[in-house]
């Protein structure tokens, strides 16, 4: 006995539709909730641990700013008169901004912005507490696990996959 073309095609009924529908819905909402996910992050030195604090996962928009805050404008070269223009990138300054960014506030405001601290280390800012105070590898390592939790590094095409497909 031959399906008829309807049988075979089988369209999914108005329900369906809507469980998959909610089902997008909700993964999309819960995908927009990745500033709540939290990773521990510990700063140890030879086996003792020191402290530690949380980052959570950057939006683009938060790396702009970090980049933008830690970038220096300079004259432009073609006249005064002009708008200035984009000059050397702090790299210092845009990993401390970076950490500061995406620390959670609660622990930012206990580790970072912690005004004894500040005075203790003599520091003005938040940014200059994380420079004093973690070395330069471990600046890279927590701006390392702040980009793997921000969805860099994950599912990188190669130029070679790229052009296969």
Known sequence: MSKTIDEAIALPTKEEVLMNEDALIAGLLEAANYKEDYTPVQVKRNGKLLFEFRIRPMGEDEVQECRKRATKMIPNP???????????IDIVALRC??????????DRKKVWDNPAIKRSLNVLT???????????????AVCDLIDNISGYNNNQVTTEEYAKN
């Open 78 to 88: 073609a006249g005064r008169h002009l708008p200035k223009v984009e000059g050397d």
């Open 97 to 106: 901004y970076k950490i500061l960014s995406a620390t959670v506030d609660e």
């Open 126 to 140: 938040p940014v200059d507490v994380i420079d004093a105070v973690l070395m330069a590898g471990e600046k890279d």
